[in-house]
C-alpha cells in the first residue's frame, strides 16, 4: 500500500519561502496524481495543489495561485510544494496525499493515501 511521509514544515515570518517534501514508497509512484492539501485549526481540510503522474497537469487553490508551486521528481518518488510569500493565513498543517486518476485530484475523499502532516507556522 502506499505510504507518504511530508517534511520540511516549521516557523517561518511572513514573506518567506519554504519548500516542503513529500517521500513516497509501495507502490509505484508515477502511476499517481499526486495533491497537498492543509487544515489549520477548526477549519476544513482545504485543496492546495495537484500535479499529475508526469507533471504536464497543475492545479492550484485560489488562495495560494501565483505564490506556491508544486513539483514532482519520479526519480526520486518526491513530491514538493515550494511556498512562496508566505502570509500568516498560510499557517496550517500541510499533508499530501495520493490519488488517481488526474480528474479526481480536488476531490479529498477520492485520495487513496495521506501523510501524516507537517506543521508550518507563519508569523507576522
Known amino acids: 500500500q502506499v505510504q507518504l511521509a511530508e517534511s520540511g514544515g516549521r516557523l517561518a515570518q511572513a514573506g518567506d519561502s519554504l519548500k516542503l517534501s513529500c517521500s513516497f514508497s509501495g507502490r509505484t509512484f508515477g502511476d499517481y496524481t499526486m495533491g497537498w492539501f492543509r487544515q489549520a485549526p477548526g477549519e476544513k481540510r482545504q485543496f492546495v495543489a495537484g500535479i499529475s503522474e508526469e507533471s504536464s497537469l497543475t492545479i492550484y487553490g485560489a488562495a495560494v495561485e501565483g505564490r506556491f508551486v508544486i513539483s514532482r521528481d519520479n526519480t526520486k518518488n518526491t513530491v514538493y510544494l515550494q511556498m512562496g510569500s508566505l502570509k500568516p493565513e498560510d499557517a496550517a498543517v500541510y499533508y499530501c496525499?495520493?490519488?488517481?486518476?488526474?480528474?479526481?485530484?480536488?476531490?479529498?475523499?477520492?485520495?487513496?493515501?495521506w501523510g501524516q502532516g507537517t506543521q508550518v507556522t507563519v508569523s507576522s
Open positions: 496525499g495520493a490519488t488517481k486518476p488526474w480528474r479526481l485530484v480536488k476531490v479529498q475523499s477520492k485520495y487513496q493515501a
